[in-house]
């Protein structure tokens, strides 16, 4: 095997140029995403720099970050992501991945330890192992967020066991264990049980300046604060601690001691508390937990839908069907998901069509869920021949699509369009008719009930099946759940 | 009056600053204004009769714009022709219809009842493989000159190839029959032609990518990355390549003769981070003194860089400039209009840019000055030939001090990008002005067969005295041609 000399001349000329400077090279390489000030580029739309715990604290978990990339899910300064950071290890040498860190931890406010390219090197060894770039729930399991000093101070736990759905009455239970909290963090883990049991946290929150307090909570099950002896936030009913029931809440106060209260219900399975606060606008929140909440974002649902009464086409990744998904959005209610990969309907339902927030935010990596009610799948399998191909559709005026499938000389027209029963209840009807050859098709219809049609229909392996002759079309009504 | 920014570019490289010097002429670019309220995440650009331009946004809407052409952009109008197609990267106008890859398929659409929204919808194409992740995307290029589309698939997540034809360039005839084309494909970021009508491609860095480049997709050629190789078998095609990790690009092609050098290597950081659309200037001259040459698009820098192309042998190769910046956010789609109109349109969603705005659409014009540029920069079998958009000063242009070079390569690996490595330091030993005034061959000795060569010309000047606008060039040296 050839050698690889290492011989680092663009960054000997680099140098030469003043780029080993960790600001330049920044700006170059990741100024673009995390913004020149660090507070992610695009108003926030990347992760942020300045102030997280993600860069702070033993550099081992940046330096491996950078090294390797991170995709997927992660929270920072309380804001959820889905975005991908490529590795950048077998791109930049030591010395410029160090100079970036070492800008990154002592910029915006950041006030960690400079990174050596020593450092970076023995990282880099220690990683070797590694395929693809770290999800976060991997690497803050290897390199967990650094904790900062608690403002909590003379924190006590009591833990008590029992079985409740929602907060207990405090001052009627014996406590089973009691604890000083001399870190001035709320843990569970001083409870001595896994599950069926409550805590409260008692001490003081010393608020360090006067002025707006916002509080974030989350917890698996559920959880209350009280400053000095009003509610600030809760976190009702069960439910698990992934940002989903999370809730802030705002006091005004002064700085100074407060008296602080956190009381929290566990009922079965996981378990956990996250509280974080900050003052004024702007800034991540700080924590008075080991581990952190996150607010799921409220993002603005996006809404897809019928528009001056005409029906809407939705070409996209469809929860519940193939990646080809058409969705169809009729008024009044009634929406369709045909997949162009079977040549057949996927998924009926009710009520709203689409919301294309999962979709388009960050990447884009998500698919879009039917956004009403009553989902019902209709197939998950093509019956046309295998030959088949999807030949597009046709709108007519009030944009209901005709489907059209061909093979050998035989092309079917599927459309779609609102009507009603023979009761007069409104139902999505679907016309089928075979063009050209001489074989007719068997159409099967599935499991769904309540379809009303003319059609002869026969059962096949307990299947209701319809047959079209070429030169006919049948027509069926789907009478949606209600 | 429509904003107009006078675009000059200055060349500090890593940190280049627009400077507002109308004096120095160069490139005019506006921003063409969007309808109000909607969320224009361009994706595509497709140029239509009667001075009418269609775009589609990422969200999947196809608008049409009336306007774009004219001297108040304020008066543009808008209107949708289609909305909620599938993530659409690659559209163009034919007989009567639009021509629009979307990430499913290739649809021709088009509206039949002449109410100015569309209503057939034609699936020509939809014979590759997509498994629902959100990285597979479909480039597709305007027609060839046998009406073929070409479609570039990224792979699955840009790491695997989970599904048909992932990390494939096909072909789809106006029929719709799909032909594999290409193997070997990464992360595409857009797809074209040259002047000879041969197709070309961006791959980003990454995997089997040490930096970004242009390559060329010669039919039944591998493009150097092996995950999508486990279709080779469904093209009928023979046993694919399997190159050794970590090689040299220059080792693992004297293996495997299908595997094509990139034409022109976009070095990773000082030329771009994430080059998009492949645009030709085929306009002679109304874009300015570049007729010939091919644009690419750069999300990440806001960028449009430029570049030259020849075949020594049976390879392309050439060069790449820096040219105009300064957009507002990372460009993605570009079309170049007869009239020289270049067309831009850019995202930044799930991709940062320079550029800080989340979506845009602009239009640069030539404003009738020539810069004093590199024009274009030839291999020949002592050195280099280089060529000046205007007459040199002899004194300067023909001093080897004026000049310098670096040359390195990168590793062929399938770990995520490369160090540039193996680096030498070609020189300049003699420079001879030439008759036309406007060309100095370059005696180097040196070069390296596969490095890119980059070359900073900063002494030179001009014959009235200027300095070039950008100093730099880098030259992919795939063969060095012989005497």
């Known amino acids: 095997m050839r050698r690889w000399l290492p011989c680092w001349f663009g960054w000997w000329f680099l140098a030469a140029a003043g780029a080993q400077d960790g600001e330049q090279l ?82 915006w406010g950041n006030a960690g330890s400079a990174v050596t390219p020593e450092a970076v090197a023995a990282q880099r060894a220690a990683g070797l192992d590694r395929a693809g770039p770290w999800t976060a729930e991997e690497i803050l399991s290897r390199y967990p967020l650094p904790l900062e000093a608690s403002v909590l101070r003379d924190l006590l736990s009591r833990s008590y066991e029992g079985d409740w759905s929602e907060l207990p009455d405090f001052a009627k239970l014996t406590a089973a264990n009691v604890e000083e909290e001399h870190d001035g963090w709320l843990k569970v883990e001083s409870a001595p049980f896994e599950d069926h ?58 700085a100074g001691s407060h008296a602080f209260w956190v009381g929290y219900v566990e009922a079965e399975g996981q378990q956990g508390i996250a509280l974080g606060w900050k003052v004024g606008e702007g800034g991540g929140y700080r924590w ?147 063009a050209g050859g001489s074989a007719s098709l068997r159409v099967p219809l599935g499991e769904f009930a309540a379809i009303e049609s003319d059609a002869v229909m026969a059962r096949d392996a307990g299947r209701s099946v319809a047959e079209l002759r070429p030169g006919l079309t049948l027509t069926f009504r789907y009478r949606l759940p209600h | 009056m429509s904003v107009s920014t006078m675009l000059r570019w200055s060349s500090a490289g890593i940190l280049a600053i627009p400077c507002w010097a109308a004096s120095l002429g160069g490139y005019v670019r506006e921003e063409i204004p969007l309808p109000p309220g909607e969320v224009m995440e361009i994706s595509s650009i497709a140029l239509m009769p009667e001075d009418q331009v269609a775009v589609t946004t990422r969200r999947g809407d196809l608008w049409i714009c009336d306007g774009a052409y004219g001297e108040d952009l ?33 649809t021709r659409i088009t509206d039949t009842d002449g109410d100015g929204e569309a209503d057939r919808f034609e699936t020509i194409c939809a014979d590759w493989g997509l498994t629902g992740n959100y990285h597979e995307y479909a480039f597709g290029s305007p027609p060839d000159r046998e009406g073929n589309v070409w479609i570039a698939l990224c792979l699955t997540g840009s790491f695997t190839s989970d599904a048909p034809w992932r990390g ?3 072909r789809v005839t106006p029929e719709g029959e799909m032909i594999p084309t290409c193997s070997g494909l990464r992360s595409p970021g857009g797809i074209g032609f040259n002047r000879e009508g041969d197709a070309f491609y961006t ?85 300015g003194p570049f007729a010939g040459q091919m644009l690419i698009g750069e999300q990440t820098h806001s960028q449009v860089q430029r570049v030259c192309l020849e075949k020594v042998g049976e390879w392309y190769q050439g060069a790449v400039f820096h040219f105009l910046e300064g957009f507002e956010a990372g460009i993605v789609p570009m079309r170049l209009a007869g009239d020289g109109s270049l067309f831009v349109g850019g995202t930044n969603r799930g991709w940062g840019s320079r550029g800080s705005k989340p979506f845009t659409f602009e239009r ?120």
């Open chain 1, 26 to 107: 920044f700006t170059l390489y990741c100024s673009a995403c995390h913004g020149a000030d660090g507070k992610g580029a695009n108003e926030g739309a990347f992760p942020p720099l300045a102030g997280s715990r993600w860069v702070s604290g033993e550099p081992e978990r940046a330096i491996q970050i950078v090294l390797h990339g991170i995709h997927g899910p992660i929270e920072v300064a309380g804001r959820h992501y889905e975005l991908e950071m490529p590795p950048q290890g077998a791109m930049l040498a030591d010395e410029p991945l160090a100079a970036i860190l070492s800008y990154v931890r002592s910029s």
């Open chain 1, 197 to 254: 049991f409550a805590m409260e946290w008692e001490g003081r929150f010393e608020a360090p300046e006067t002025g707006e307090y916002e509080f974030l909570l989350d917890a698996d099950d559920a959880a209350e604060l009280r400053l000095d002896g009003e509610s600030v936030v809760a976190v009702t009913g069960l439910g698990p601690m992934d940002g989903s029931r999370s809730q802030t809440g705002k006091v005004h106060l002064d």
């Open chain 1, 288 to 434: 008075l937990t080991p581990v952190q909440a996150s607010i799921r974002e409220d993002r603005l649902p996006i809404v897809v839908g019928p528009e001056d009464g005409r029906a809407v086409i939705y070409r996209n990744f469809i929860d519940g069907t193939t990646p080809r998904a058409i969705g169809v959005g009729f008024p009044g209610g009634m929406n369709l998901a045909w997949s162009a990969d079977h040549l057949a309907p996927e998924l009926i339902w009710t009520g709203a069509f689409i919301d294309g927030a999962a979709k388009w935010v960050d990447r884009g990596t998500r698919p879009s869920p039917p956004a009403g009610e009553n989902v019902v799948k209709l197939s998950a399998e093509r019956f046309l021949p295998e030959e088949a191909k999807f030949r597009g559709y046709q709108l007519d005026a009030e944009g209901n699509p005709t489907f059209v499938a061909t093979w050998g000389n035989q092309t079917l027209r599927e459309g779609w369009q609102p009507g009603a029963c023979r009761d007069g209840v409104p139902c999505l009807v679907r016309s089928l008719s075979l």
């Open chain 2, 74 to 106: 304020s008066q543009v109008r808008w209107h949708r022709f289609a909305r909620d197609l599938h993530e659409p990267l690659g559209m163009f106008w034919k007989e009567g219809s639009l021509w629009l890859t979307q990430r499913p398929e290739l």
């Open chain 2, 168 to 170: 494939w360039c096909v």
């Open chain 2, 203 to 287: 791959d980003n860095q990454g995997t089997w990518n040490g930096s970004s480049s242009l390559k060329w997709l010669r039919p039944g050629s591998f493009q150097g990355n092996p995950v999508g190789n486990s279709w080779h078998r469904l093209a009928g095609w023979p046993a694919p390549p399997e190159p050794k990790d970590p090689s040299r690009m220059v080792v693992e092609r004297a293996r495997f003769p299908d595997l094509v050098p990139p034409a022109v290597i976009l070095p990773h950081g000082k030329v771009g981070q994430s080059p998009t659309a492949v645009v030709l200037d085929d306009t002679e001259g109304r874009f």
């Open chain 2, 364 to 483: 640069v014009r030539w404003g009738g000055e020539v810069p004093f540029e590199m024009h274009h920069l030839s291999a020949i079998p002592e050195g280099f030939e280089l060529t000046f958009t205007e007459p040199v000063d002899a004194t300067s242009a023909g001093d080897p001090a004026s000049y310098a070079m670096d040359a390195w390569t990168y590793v062929y690996q399938s770990e995520y990008g490369s160090p540039e490595v193996d680096a030498v330091a070609p020189t300049v030993r003699s420079v001879q002005v030439m008759e036309d005034g406007r060309t100095v061959r370059m005696v180097i000795d040196g070069r390296v067969r596969g490095h890119v060569h980059h070359l900073r010309a900063d002494g030179v000047r001009s014959v009235t005295g200027e300095a070039l606008v950008h100093p730099e060039a880098w030259y992919t040296l795939n063969e060095i041609p012989e005497g």
